[in-house]
T-cell receptor
Framework: AQRVTQPEKLLSVFKGAPVELKCNYS??????LFWYVQYSRQRLQLLLR??SRESIKGFTADLNKGETSFHLKKPFAQEEDSAMYYC?????????FGKGTRLHILP | EAGVAQSPRYKIIEKRQSVAFWCNPI?????LYWYQQILGQGPKLLIQ????????DSQLPKDRFSAERLKGVDSTLKIQPAKLEDSAVYLC????????????FGPGTRLTVT
């Protein structure tokens, strides 16, 4: 079954330190993976897609098919990065979300 | 452009009562989704519409949940009767027909069943 696993419920990182939010997936086929973000009192929104291979707000994510992972990384955390982050997998025309990781940036 | 609108934002009901949620998607978006997000979990798709037709309702508890999208625009999601385990945030999202990944989410309706 297709599944997305985010092993950390909460990740606390000091400002300026590197961030890595973990995501593992199970999918039979060529996966399409995404990261969504929800800032406090804001709506859930798309952060980035693995296909576009872009950096958004300093975040990048590389699809590692060997390890079935799609970890989200940022070299230097900023306070405004505090939010809920959801890893997601596309199956047909549907998105399957992980349970999310709350990123807390410490001053 | 105006975003996805949902109402009400909050609702508290007793178990066995009925409740309805409304969603107005972004103009021109053919696809509309209803998600249930239980505390501590990611959003779970309940039903997906393409215009006014149902694409997927495999995870909709049809004995108590129903949804419609008349005229392919607004949508309503109803729960009748509600159970305690229905307490959750109900999210509506919409997208262009072939861009399921680029869903625009509404603010959600927080339902508490007591």
């Amino acid at each position: 079954a297709q599944r997305v696993t985010q092993p950390e419920k909460l990740l606390s990182v000091f400002k300026g330190a590197p961030v890595e939010l973990k995501c593992n997936y199970s999918y039979s086929g060529s996966p399409e993976l995404f990261w969504y973000v929800q800032y406090s009192r804001q709506r859930l929104q798309l952060l980035l897609r693995h296909i576009s291979r872009e950096s958004i707000k300093g975040f990048t994510a590389d699809l590692n098919k060997g390890e079935t992972s799609f970890h989200l990384k940022k070299p230097f955390a900023q306070e405004e990065d505090s939010a809920m982050y959801y890893c997601a997998l596309r199956r047909d025309d549907k998105i399957i979300f992980g349970k999310g990781t709350r990123l807390h940036i410490l001053p | 452009e105006a975003g996805v609108a949902q109402s009400p934002r909050y609702k508290i009901i007793e178990k066995r009562q009925s409740v309805a949620f409304w969603c107005n998607p972004i103009s021109g978006h053919a696809t509309l989704y209803w998600y249930q997000q239980i505390l501590g979990q990611g959003p779970k798709l309940l039903i997906q519409f393409q215009n006014n037709g149902v694409v997927d309702d495999s995870q909709l508890p049809k004995d108590r949940f129903s949804a419609e999208r008349l005229k392919g625009v607004d949508s309503t999601l109803k729960i009748q009767p509600a159970k305690l385990e229905d307490s959750a945030v109900y999210l509506c999202a919409s997208s262009w027909g072939d861009r399921a990944y680029e869903q625009y989410f509404g603010p959600g309706t927080r339902l508490t069943v007591t």
